[in-house]
């Protein structure tokens, strides 16, 4: 549990996988960022290399044009495919470290009367700008740099071998000691902003969905309605109001108590949110989605009565058979005593004329009545 809780920059496993997402962009953010730096710096050794300045030879040319190249390739990559980047960032991170590294270290055999600092900075950067994992970060970097010393040895004095490797020691411990502070403080973070981000998500769904039902509250079903039909300047789509009232439901709280009553109201709910085929995941995002998206949603008024905004239908009958498919399983409900729900609907649809959503609501709310008077348990439409 010690050595899990090193590993994960000291934060239990779990909490290390809630900030995934987070750590995914990030590593993508910096991944972008670390590949333009190698890009323009390949290409200012190659201009180095030309003109045999700071200890870089033009045989050296060609190994930081192969540099530019590959850099080029991943830009084109990270950029073109940036889900699959984002989705496999491990993949693409070790790719992007093992890039650096490799610069690094043909920096340092490309110069070989001088001690290596191109390798010493980029150690440094690697540190701090990628998240893995502790442990696996330390044995690559210690592979990494063992294979640094290992060419220094072979290809440069003696003296200067033996400054790299007292360099890299200091380095190498300098990086690890960042590299864990600097992952731990952005876990960190990343938990903060997790926490933020869910407690303004539930404030969202508290405040938009009734907790009975599940469906909209009144208020967030008219502000979302409203916003639909105000935005829908020309209505090329064909949209529908339908209200829905439980008949005698007072007689159902009354012979069969309010318990039997609630049942109904959320039996007739789900049969409303399953025969509209309602999207209810991510309750967070549902208006949003409501919004932008050509969805049907729906919400509760009060009591007994709820109403729908129906989108994504070619005309009336087909509205009205999903109408009478929700009227049938109603009636064919069976809770307890309660053998069967009926229900009057009244629709109206939107037209070019609605200022708002208040106008349709009017006229869906005589239709209803028109169910009522005519005997109850039925659909209406004006």
């Not at 829905?244 to 959320?266: R, S, T, V, Y």
């Not at 087909?318 to 109408?323: D, H, K, W």
Request: hydrophobic share 45%; net charge neutral; aromatic share 14%.
């Amino acid at each position: 549990m010690y050595w899990q809780k090193i590993n994960y920059y000291g934060f239990e496993k779990n909490r290390y996988n809630d900030c995934k997402e987070l750590i995914h962009n990030t590593n993508y953010k910096y991944m972008r960022i670390i590949n333009s730096w190698i890009l323009f710096l390949s290409i200012v050794y190659m201009i180095l290399c030309l003109l045999n300045k700071f200890g870089l030879l033009r045989k050296n040319y060609t190994i930081y044009y192969s540099f530019m190249i590959f850099s080029l390739i991943f830009e084109v990559v990270i950029f073109a495919l940036k889900k699959i980047c984002i989705k496999y960032t491990t993949v693409f991170v070790h790719i992007s470290f093992f890039q650096l590294i490799s610069f690094g270290i043909c920096s340092s055999i490309s110069q070989p009367y001088l001690a290596a600092t191109i390798y010493l900075v980029l150690v440094v950067i690697v540190s701090v700008a990628y998240i893995d994992t502790m442990i696996r970060f330390t044995v690559l970097l210690i592979f990494y740099s063992s294979i640094f010393l290992y060419t220094s040895f072979n290809y440069k004095p003696n003296n200067l071998a033996n400054i790299d490797m007292y360099n890299i020691m200091i380095f190498l411990l300098l990086s690890l000691i960042m590299h864990y502070n600097f992952q731990h403080s952005k876990i960190n973070q990343f938990y903060t902003l997790q926490k933020n981000i869910q407690i303004q998500h539930d404030l969202e769904i508290r405040s938009s969905f009734d907790t009975l039902t599940d469906l909209l509250t009144k208020d967030r079903f008219f502000a979302i309605a409203d916003q639909i039909i105000k935005d829908s300047v020309k209505l090329d789509e064909y949209i529908v109001v339908c209200l829905l009232d439980l008949d005698n439901f007072n007689e159902i709280n009354n012979k069969l108590g309010h318990q039997i009553g609630d049942k109904a109201i959320q039996m007739a709910s789900r049969i409303i949110i399953e025969e509209l085929n309602i999207d209810m995941l991510e309750k967070w995002s549902f208006t949003e989605r409501a919004v932008h998206n050509v969805s049907t949603f729906a919400g509760r008024l009060g009591g007994d009565e709820c109403i729908m905004f129906i989108r994504g239908q070619k005309n009336v009958e087909s509205i009205t058979a999903i109408l009478e498919n929700i009227l049938a399983k109603l009636n064919a409900v069976n809770i307890g005593e309660l053998h069967g729900i009926n229900a009057s609907l009244g629709l109206a649809s939107v037209s070019s004329e609605d200022p708002d959503i208040d106008s349709v609501y009017k006229r869906a709310g005589e239709a209803l009545y028109r169910s009522k008077q005519h005997g109850k348990n039925c659909i209406s439409v004006i």
